[in-house]
Nanobody, 123 residues
Framework: HVQLVESGGGSVQAGGSLTLACAAS????????MGWVRQAPGKEREGVAY???????TVADSVKGRFTISKDSAKNTLYLQMNSLSPEDTAMYYC??????????????????RGQGTQVTVS
């Protein structure tokens, strides 16, 4: 049974920072395609950041230079460091995982597992 539990969301002023964490069980972070997706009210889900089994990362153009994805294999946890937040980053952020290797666009569309989400609000 796969569980992805996000934490770290909250309300922050523009320019601030947050770090999201995703504690995984039933899936091995180091051996899986992992990422973060987000969805704002009235908008489609969009990919934010992705890390593959070799720890190669991809981030969306909209967050490049501000967001960093990483993983801790010992803790089986995925992270998203978010800096210089803007109101446009307001959304529900979801941790996503899949045991299959993917490229970035495929992962955003076809990942198998997703957590319940954590809300990020930037004012």
């Amino acid at each position: 049974h796969v569980q992805l539990v996000e934490s770290g969301g909250g309300s922050v002023q523009a320019g601030g920072s947050l770090t999201l964490a995703c504690a995984a069980s039933g899936v091995t972070v180091s051996a899986s395609s992992m990422g973060w997706v987000r969805q704002a009210p009235g908008k489609e889900r969009e990919g934010v950041a992705y890390i593959d089994v070799s720890s190669r990362t991809t981030v969306a153009d909209s967050v490049k230079g501000r967001f960093t994805i990483s993983k801790d294999s010992a803790k089986n946890t995925l992270y998203l460091q978010m800096n210089s937040l803007s109101p446009e980053d307001t959304a529900m952020y979801y941790c996503a995982a899949d045991p299959r290797p993917f490229d970035w666009s495929e992962f955003v569309k076809f990942h198998t597992y997703r957590g319940q989400g954590t809300q990020v609000t930037v004012s």
